[in-house]
């Protein structure tokens, strides 16, 4: 049977984070940073972006509100977004580089 496309033509967030095995956490941080972030789209929505971080979306919303959220965040409206690329950078490196927010 052929390997179909997710639904929504990208891996869910929580696919990315479960069984890592020894072998593949041994790999260089730059090329699974580079790979996590091919499979991600350019935005999350809080509730994916606290998957990522290992937080409740209760939490997250909490922390944006109050603008203690770590990456910056695109607000359009009641819309909020949060880039992926400062989320990756976030967790490999530990610190984020720009939290300018946006909107």
């Known amino acids: 049977m052929q390997d179909l496309p ?21 790999q260089n ?6 790979k996590q ?8 929505d809080v509730p994916q972006a606290a998957r990522l971080l290992g937080i409740g979306r209760t939490l997250a919303y909490e922390l944006i509100r109050t603008n203690q ?6 607000r ?3 819309l909020i977004k949060i880039p992926s690329g400062p ?5 490999t490196t ?3 580089a720009n939290r300018r927010a946006v909107g």
């Open 76 to 78: 359009m409206g009641r």
């Open 94 to 96: 530990g610190s984020a």
């Open 6 to 26: 997710h639904p929504r033509g990208t891996a869910e967030v929580g696919e990315l984070t479960r069984g890592t095995q020894a072998g593949s956490r041994a």
């Open 69 to 74: 959220w770590p990456t910056p965040v695109i």
């Open 29 to 34: 941080s730059y090329t699974e940073g580079n």
């Open 87 to 91: 989320i990756i950078e976030l967790m």
């Open 37 to 44: 972030r091919a499979a991600l789209p350019a935005v999350l």
